[in-house]
């Protein structure tokens, strides 16, 4: 009687932590070896940056609250001017804005689709233009530099979560923000929305993005820094320009919520 034994491959790994504190610490190696698969491994690094995310968002949300709690909605200049009915009304719309639908769903929503969706067009924008560049990496393969490589956002979280609850205060200025100058105009308020985004931590990603294309497209030094720069300038520009145009528009007094 013979026996027949069917032997089956070992089931690829779903998540890969052993790799997060090697690409923050041990980043050369583990950068190879991650530019080296040939599936996707992108799950754990954002799953990272999602958790660190919430973190920090729902710190900042809490302490919103609490700072509403203790010193009641800003009222807008000239309230004693309104009319009964329209202090009624902005009161009714500040205690709405208060509930937790707000000051927690809503700021947890857009930071999620902030992370993700910044995620998967800097994957596609990088490979577009390493392949203008002569690269020879797939869509797969950058989508996986790019979650591996953003981990240090991901600190960048945790070290704001902590910091505001030590110090029970939200983080104002970010980044290089400060350096911007204190002028309300146009170019100051964008430019002050662009320095914000630029600190250790994006220097750090870009490093660590750097390497991988190299490692996975072939590339020489310099048609790799080009690549991650420019990818990386052309998002960062978008995204100050939507925190510009929040800013700007966040300043508007709304009466009534709805309609």
């Given at each position: ?69 203790s010193s ?135 490093l660590l ?51």
């Open positions: 009687m013979t026996e027949n034994t069917t032997s089956t491959p070992d089931s690829p790994k779903r998540f890969h932590f052993k790799w997060v504190l090697g690409v923050l610490f041990r980043p050369r190696a583990t950068i190879a070896a991650i530019a080296a698969q040939t599936r996707s491994t992108w799950l754990t690094p954002m799953l990272v940056i999602t958790v660190a995310t919430l973190a920090r968002v729902i710190t900042a949300s809490w302490l919103r609250q609490q700072a509403a709690l009641g909605p800003v009222l807008p200049p000239d309230f004693q001017y309104y009319s009964p009915e329209q202090q009624a009304q902005f009161m009714q719309a500040a205690q709405a804005t208060s509930g937790p639908v707000f000051v927690y769903l809503f700021p947890v929503i857009v930071g999620l689709i902030s992370i993700w969706l910044s995620w998967l067009l800097v994957s596609a924008l990088l490979h577009l233009t390493i392949t203008l560049l002569g690269g020879r990496g797939d869509t797969g393969s950058a989508i996986n530099l790019v979650a591996w490589s953003s981990l240090p956002f991901a600190l960048r979280e945790l070290v704001r979560a902590g910091s505001m609850l030590l110090t029970r205060q939200l983080i104002i200025s970010s980044g290089l923000s400060g350096f911007a100058p204190l002028d309300q105009s146009v170019p100051g308020t964008y430019l002050a929305a662009l320095l914000s985004l630029i600190d250790i931590y994006l220097i750090w990603s870009v993005l750097i390497g991988g294309v190299k490692a996975a497209n072939g590339l020489p030094t310099g048609k790799a820094i080009s690549g991650v720069v420019l990818t990386l300038g052309l998002v960062i520009a978008l995204q100050a320009l939507v925190a510009f145009l929040t800013g700007r528009f966040g300043g508007l007094t709304i009466i009534r919520p709805f309609f």
